[in-house]
């Protein structure tokens, strides 16, 4: 395979999704097969665009918070202050794990009501577990002559973490982070069932009416999403990890 | 002799004085969808039970909040939760008025979270214990015993998650059994197709790259959508292949929520093959090849054992996955728990979505614990006969 060709496929797949988003009109003769009865072809409750920024940005907001409460835990953790946390949280993690999104997203209803805030509240969960589990195997995989070195200069315990331990981890940090926003993408679809503005919301009126174009259309541009967002933290891991001189995962 | 703090003892002790004294423990509400009233402890129970509850609850988060030993610390979760357990109970049937069938009583914030304090000490006792497998397993049954005997012996019929389960006794073992033979089923058929797909992976170093992107791109897509796009497909193989629709094959209904569940579990299983194969020691290979062993001996007699605990770790992966998807299932008429989640979200009666919603994370957790012990048995085993 030529060393160019994956570039031109994504630089394709991008032009293709902000295409579909902004002017869903020009492809509706490709979808019109699908639909039956003249039906509608294309999603006519809500912009398409406002609904893939809005989809974007619940998924954003919970990996922000997600991001920010798992690596502080991470850290605190790896603390000698904090160390007696360690076992109890790592199988705190694994049973987390357990918890279907389904249930998390029903059993956050009574206590915040329908909308975006119990969406928001699954997506931070259960994206919690794949950061906090790496910013984990990063902090307590350092290699032991860099940290002693770095004590050896006389770094105070603030310098180690914020100058050497926490750079030296990001690689592995970010691929955390990248599984969590591709489970969150995908979540977030679910959370269009308790009445979130999200492109579920397109995938669930295909349901509702039996038209298979409305759930092709919504899947397709969170799948889109899904492997560009995928591609570009990969990217991005692996530039982090050439200047750090770890292998990312 | 000097007390001294335990660290996670002071945050759960701080959890279980706000949930004592400042969460309601019970909500009473007239009917099934109006908003409830909070109860405390204390007007929830009967006076000297209610007072009983709080005497426990304090003994043990004193217990907890200093360096005690492991057993005290042990029997003062299993005592608090199991007063807890038994306790929301007699609430239920103290705060249903006699004769009143409409009333419904469900456990609140307080007690959901009074649950997890003592959960989570009893957790940090048994993370510390350091349990053998077997042991483990040995809790769960115990612990799932005990759930089944209070279930039996009535003492929660009064609470509302039992009174939604009376109305539909039957379906909920109907969609119960639904949902564990689409999770395990579609599990089976993807280790079946998916193993030799994996050795056929890294055996063919050609075809792993494209397999495995092929499947990671299926995993992107948003479980509802796969669920729906598979609706057309498989109502077109129903109404054009003869004998499929007699095989239960429909658009709509079990078949496409099979189908897609099969193809999530795909990547786990195939990439763990990939990666448990990759990881035998080149050595063992070389021996096996030495002492003149053909290839499919060297599959089944070396490689596939020694890379069998890293396939289990995706079959674990695909189960826990498999359990909490399947609910999604019932968006397209495929049944499981998922129909009592989603019809409660649509009634507003979250009574029903706690009906659908426990049995799933109870099953989900039950297989998470019972493949990991399984998981560090044939590790070990593997690990005492290399040695």
Excluded at chain 1, 162 to 169: A, F, G, H, N, R
Excluded at chain 1, 173 to 183: C, D, N
Aim: charged fraction near 10%; charge should be positive; hydrophobic fraction near 60%.
């Amino acid at each position: 395979m030529k060393a160019w060709l994956p570039s031109l496929l994504r630089l394709a797949l991008v032009v293709l999704l902000v295409a579909f988003v902004t002017n869903p009109g020009w492809f509706e003769p490709l979808l019109k097969p699908l639909t039956e009865n003249n039906a509608p072809v294309i999603y006519n409750q809500g912009s398409l665009l406002t609904l893939t920024l809005l989809h974007l940005r619940t998924v954003l907001i919970a990996t922000i918070a997600a991001t920010i409460v798992a690596v502080a835990l991470a850290i605190l953790v790896t603390r000698p202050a904090g160390a007696e946390f360690l076992p109890l949280s790592r199988s705190l993690v694994n049973i987390g794990q357990t918890f279907p999104p389904v249930a998390v997203l029903a059993l956050a209803v009574p206590a915040v009501g329908f909308g975006e805030k119990p969406t928001l509240i699954a997506l931070f969960l259960y994206g919690l577990l794949p950061i906090f589990e790496n910013a984990l195997t990063g902090l307590t995989t350092l290699p032991a002559n860099v940290v002693e070195a770095a004590r050896g200069a006389g770094m105070t315990g603030w310098q180690r973490l914020t100058k050497v331990e926490l750079p030296l981890s990001a690689p592995i940090i970010l691929g955390g982070i990248r599984l969590s926003v591709v489970i969150s993408l995908a979540t977030a679809t679910i959370g269009s069932t308790v009445a979130a503005k999200t492109l579920g919301e397109v995938i669930i009126a295909g349901l509702l009416s039996n038209n298979l174009a409305f759930i092709l259309q919504g899947g397709l541009i969170v799948a889109a999403l899904a492997v560009l967002i995928y591609d570009g933290l990969s990217a991005i891991e692996r530039y982090t990890a050439r200047r750090m001189g770890r292998e990312a995962e | 002799m000097t007390l001294r703090f335990d660290k996670l003892g002071v945050v759960i002790a701080a959890i279980v004085a706000y949930a004592a004294f400042a969460a309601p423990f019970a909500t009473f509400r007239a009917n099934r969808i109006v908003p409830g009233q909070a109860r405390s402890i204390l007007e929830a129970l009967p006076a000297t039970t209610g007072t009983l509850l709080l005497a426990i609850i304090v003994v043990a988060a004193l217990i907890a909040l200093f360096r005690t030993p492991l057993a005290l610390r042990l029997a003062a979760s299993v005592v608090a939760l199991a007063a807890l357990a038994l306790l929301i109970g007699v609430a239920g049937t103290f705060l249903t008025p006699a004769g009143n069938t409409f009333a419904r009583i469900s456990p609140a914030s307080g007690f959901w979270i009074l649950i997890f304090a003592f959960t989570l000490l009893l957790a940090d006792v048994l993370t510390r214990l350091n349990l053998s497998p077997l042991a483990r397993v040995g809790v769960l049954v115990a612990v799932s015993a005990a759930i089944g005997l209070l279930l039996i012996s009535g003492s929660w019929n009064d609470l509302s998650i039992l009174k939604e389960y009376a109305n539909r006794a039957d379906s909920f073992w109907a969609e119960g059994s639904k949902h564990v033979t689409l999770a395990l089923g579609s599990l089976a058929a993807a280790v079946i197709v998916g193993l030799p797909l994996g050795i056929l992976c890294h055996r063919v170093e050609r075809l792993r790259a494209g397999v495995l992107n092929v499947l990671n791109i299926i995993q992107t897509i948003p479980s509802i959508a796969l669920f729906g796009l598979l609706i057309a497909p498989l109502g077109w193989v129903a109404t054009h292949v003869p004998g499929a629709a007699a095989l239960g094959i429909r658009g709509i209904g079990t078949a496409p929520a099979f189908v897609a569940l099969f193809l999530y579990s795909l990547l786990p299983v195939v990439a763990n093959t990939v990666v448990g194969l990759a990881g035998v020691p080149r050595a063992a290979n070389d021996a096996a090849r030495g002492m003149g062993m053909t290839d499919r001996q060297r599959l089944f007699g070396v490689e596939f054992p020694l890379a069998f605990p890293v396939i289990l770790t995706g079959i674990r992966i695909v189960l826990v996955q498999n359990i909490g998807l399947a609910t999604i299932a019932a968006l397209i008429g495929g049944g499981g728990f998922g129909v009592f989640v989603f019809q409660g979200v649509g009634q507003t009666a979250m009574d029903l979505v706690l009906l659908g919603a426990v049995p799933t994370v109870a099953l989900a957790f039950a297989a998470a614990i019972i493949l990991d012990a399984v998981i560090e048995m044939t590790a070990t085993k593997r690990r005492v006969e290399t040695a």
